[in-house]
């Protein structure tokens, strides 16, 4: 019995230390994944070179968008070329909600499944461009942020075992794709909306996290609390 109590707090200690390099793993995953962004990109440009429409679809552009279908493939192909311009924001804060869950949970979430969520980040932007051809950027934005939401959801009860956390992560990736949207929609205030919007997360996720102990002293400090007194040496310096 003295052994298992003893062995728990050093547990305790290990997975609190684990959780600060995570932490420091799942933002450089997050930046590592984020150059996708450029692939991607870079298939938009080559759409837009197939279709004729390369100069219109540009930030500034003058020529009249062309219309196929009734869909304006200039709009849509610089939409989602402004959607990539965040995609190391919208990774960081979809890796930062996973990481909180592993927080508040004490479940312990492998790299490789990080990995995955970032893999299905990309291909939401890869339906948003194929979508964006056909249906425009808005009603693909609609249809790939939903199925994206749906899937990060599914996946959180997959790995947390908990439906309720479900429910909870697809009200957080709601809110977040829904910001994501404003974000594109509003450019005079994009810079604005996406520093106060970063702001409040990392405010957020200070106050989830701080009664973490990220160091695991918390262990040390117990035992050391009620390990009986020792009697003071008489020949010590200090006296």
């Known amino acids: 019995m003295s052994t298992f109590a003893s062995s728990q707090p050093s547990l305790l200690s290990l997975h609190s230390r684990s959780l600060g390099t995570k932490f420091f793993v799942v933002l450089l995953l997050a930046f590592i994944m984020s150059i996708s962004g450029f692939f991607v990109e870079n298939l938009t440009t080559e759409r ?22 009734g ?14 311009h965040y995609i190391a924001l919208f990774l960081g804060l979809v890796f930062l909600t996973y990481f909180l869950f592993e927080v508040l949970t004490g ?3 492998h790299p490789a499944q990080y990995a995955l969520v970032g893999i299905a980040q990309t291909i939401f932007y890869l339906l948003l461009l194929s979508l964006a051809e056909h249906v425009g ?6 249809i ?18 908990s439906r309720k956390l479900a429910l909870r992560a697809f009200a957080v990736f709601a809110l977040l794709y829904s910001f994501i949207y404003v974000l594109l929609r509003v450019e005079a205030y994009a810079l604005l909306v996406g520093a106060l919007a970063s702001f409040a997360a990392v405010a957020a996720a200070m106050y989830i996290t701080r009664n973490v102990d990220w160091y695991g002293n918390a262990g040390s400090v117990s035992r050391l609390a009620s390990a009986p007194s020792q009697p003071k040496d008489r020949d010590s310096w200090l006296e």
């Open 137 to 142: 950027f808005d009603l693909s934005f609609l």
């Open 71 to 84: 869909v304006r493939l200039a709009d849509s192909y610089r939409s989602t070329r402004r959607s990539l």
């Open 144 to 161: 790939a942020g939903t199925s994206t939401i749906f899937l990060f959801s599914v996946n959180t009860e997959w790995v947390f075992g």
């Open 107 to 109: 479940k312990s979430v």
């Open 48 to 69: 837009a070179n197939q279709h004729g429409v390369s100069a219109a679809s540009a930030e500034n552009a003058s020529e009249q968008p062309q219309t196929v279908l």
